[in-house]
């Protein structure tokens, strides 16, 4: 039997929320001292955090492991440093995959004087003990104009970065009144977080921050509004 179409709407200012003064973080899903039992995670997509952090801070070194960890910069720039010699600087267009694995140890920080917008992106890996491993693309704006250009996936296809689990990332962006039709194929879920603009989902309106989560459709209907930066998660 087919499954039931579905489409769940998370909007932005129902997210969970932290405010540190020098970091201000809304979380789609529960993390650190935010829980919601609702909102545990999609799939194997389990982070999706807005961070916008003051000019001259950052988060100093920290553990992770046994995750697949995504940066997509919307503002600003990002300073990166880890335990395996990795150090670079992500800017909007770039994009870092970083699998903790076993175990890694990394800082970011904002190497500017003004504030810095990015989504944090946590995928659970398709099995734990991976070996830690640290990798960057770079997308054009031209890439994502008026489709949907792969930035990662499980066999690092077409220049995207590698995600050890079974998800294809497409980022987007679409002009005013442009319109993009997506199919979907059997048993796929899909998460479509909408970084800035206006965009109606088969019809649903998102604002910026706003996501939708759709199961059992064969395809997505994407319309924007006067513009619109997306991600759309193609999940097992």
Same mark, same amino acid.
Request: aromatic residues 8%; glycine residues 8%; positive net charge.
């Given at each position: 039997m087919a499954e039931k179409s579905l489409?769940?709407?998370?909007?932005?200012?129902? !997210?969970?929320?932290a405010d540190h003064g020098w970091l201000q973080s809304r979380f789609s899903f529960s993390f650190a001292d935010y829980v919601d039992p609702e909102h545990m995670g999609y799939r194997s997509l389990r982070v999706i955090n807005d961070d916008w952090i003051a000019g001259a801070k950052g988060f100093g070194m920290h553990p992770h492991q046994d995750m697949e960890i995504i940066s997509y910069v919307v503002e600003g720039a990002l300073a990166h440093k880890d335990n *395996? $010699? @990795?150090e670079s600087t992500i800017v909007p267009g770039k994009v870092q995959r970083m699998s903790a694995g076993t $175990?890694? *140890? +990394?800082?970011?920080? @904002?190497?500017l004087d003004? !504030? *810095? +917008? /990015? /989504?944090?992106?946590?995928?659970?890996?398709? !099995?734990k003990g991976l070996e830690p491993e640290y990798e960057e693309? &770079?997308?054009s704006d031209a890439d994502k104009q008026g489709g949907l250009c792969l930035i990662g996936s499980r066999d690092g296809r077409? $220049?995207? &970065?590698?995600? +050890?689990?079974?998800v294809n990332l497409y980022a987007s962006m679409l002009g005013a009144g442009d319109t993009l039709t997506v199919p979907v194929e059997a048993? !796929?879920?899909?998460?479509?977080? /909408? &970084?800035? $603009?206006? /965009?109606? &989902?088969n019809g649903e309106a998102l604002e910026t921050g706003d996501a939708a989560a759709l199961s059992g459709v064969d395809q997505v209907h994407l319309a924007a509004g006067d513009g619109a930066e997306f991600l759309l998660f193609d999940l097992a």
């Open positions: 489409i769940r709407i998370r909007r932005s200012d129902e !997210r969970g929320r *395996m $010699g @990795n $175990g890694l *140890m +990394h800082s970011e920080y @904002n190497p003004r !504030r *810095m +917008h /990015l /989504l944090q992106i946590w995928i659970t890996p398709e !099995r693309a &770079v997308f077409a $220049g995207s &970065v590698t995600i +050890h689990q079974d048993s !796929r879920y899909i998460w479509i977080q /909408l &970084v800035e $603009g206006q /965009l109606k &989902v």
